[in-house]
């Protein structure tokens, strides 16, 4: 089963033609793919491209746990950058996912990938987050021995956004797998640790659903700097500061995102089918 491997900040996928699949990508499947040791290793699977009805391109995005995800910034850039490689994409184009319709454009003979990611909620139904219908801004919650206040946000998938003094990964680590699972996301979310450096820069520790820790997120990036945008921490232009890295990102009054990072090539390479004898 051919793939071809990318990585954007150290968030890496592979990316894998819908003609290329041997076996069913079942959850188990999925997460064998991506195991690190037993497998080729990777922070998800991107499948397409695929026949979309109201776009140039359809993408279907796996986490490494096997469930599917909505929307993934660093996967989109990935796969825009796998579209221009083989040729099939060089002006604007649009692709489809589940968390919406998005619009990219490759730049740096590749290297560089836009993407207008759409635009960010703040609305518990769309979230969504329990509770009656509201925006969700600076709200409590409680995991282990500590409550933050949070803010949550959408951008065709969760996130929940919490401003600390400072970040470090152990803050991710302790608190994130328990934040995902809250009972307040009904459909777990996406956590991101925001330290506002000044009004053009903020630095995240990411928690992404079904991944885990994760050293760079390009819709983590777009909801954090939104929340940092809203609360009036930071002006409309942002530089998002990771481990893996920095993202730009562009917000418009109504909260439209536009996000541009890089995507570097990895490798190419052919999974056996013996690996899944297990």
């Not at 076996?23 to 290793?41: D, P």
């Not at 499948?47 to 009805?53: C, E, M, N, V």
Request: net charge negative; hydrophobic share 40%.
């Amino acid at each position: 089963m051919k793939y071809s491997k990318y990585h954007a900040l150290g968030n890496d996928y592979l990316v894998i033609a819908p003609e290329d699949v041997e076996i069913e990508l079942t959850k188990e499947n999925i997460e064998r793919i991506c195991h690190r040791n037993f497998g080729v290793g990777s922070d998800g699977i991107l499948l397409g491209p695929l026949p979309s009805q109201n776009s140039d391109f359809g993408l279907r995005i796996f986490n490494p746990d096997g469930s599917e995800a909505e929307k993934s910034g660093n996967g989109l850039r990935i796969f825009s950058r796998y579209l221009w490689d083989k040729q099939l994409v060089r002006e604007e184009f649009s692709i489809d996912t589940l968390g919406g319709k998005v619009k990219a454009c490759v730049a740096d003979s590749g290297k560089s990938v836009q993407v207008e990611m759409g635009h960010v909620s703040f609305n518990s139904e769309k979230i969504p987050v329990t509770g009656e219908p509201r925006e969700v801004i600076q709200e409590s919650i409680t995991v282990l021995d500590q409550t933050f206040t949070f803010c949550a946000a959408t951008i065709g998938n969760p996130h929940c956004v919490i401003l600390l003094p400072e970040v470090a990964p152990d803050i991710a680590y302790k608190y994130g797998s328990l934040l995902e699972v809250h009972p307040n996301f009904q459909n777990r979310t996406n956590v991101q640790f925001m330290k506002v450096i000044d009004r053009e820069n903020i630095q995240i520790e990411i928690w992404e659903r079904g991944a885990g820790y994760t050293l760079a997120s390009g819709s983590s990036s777009s909801a954090a700097a939104a929340v940092a945008y809203k609360l009036d921490l930071c002006d409309s232009s942002i530089t998002v500061h990771m481990q893996g890295g920095q993202i730009f990102i562009q917000i418009t009054d109504d909260f439209m995102v536009t996000m541009t990072g890089s995507v570097t090539k990895v490798a190419e390479g052919v999974i056996s089918l013996e690996m899944f004898e297990f």
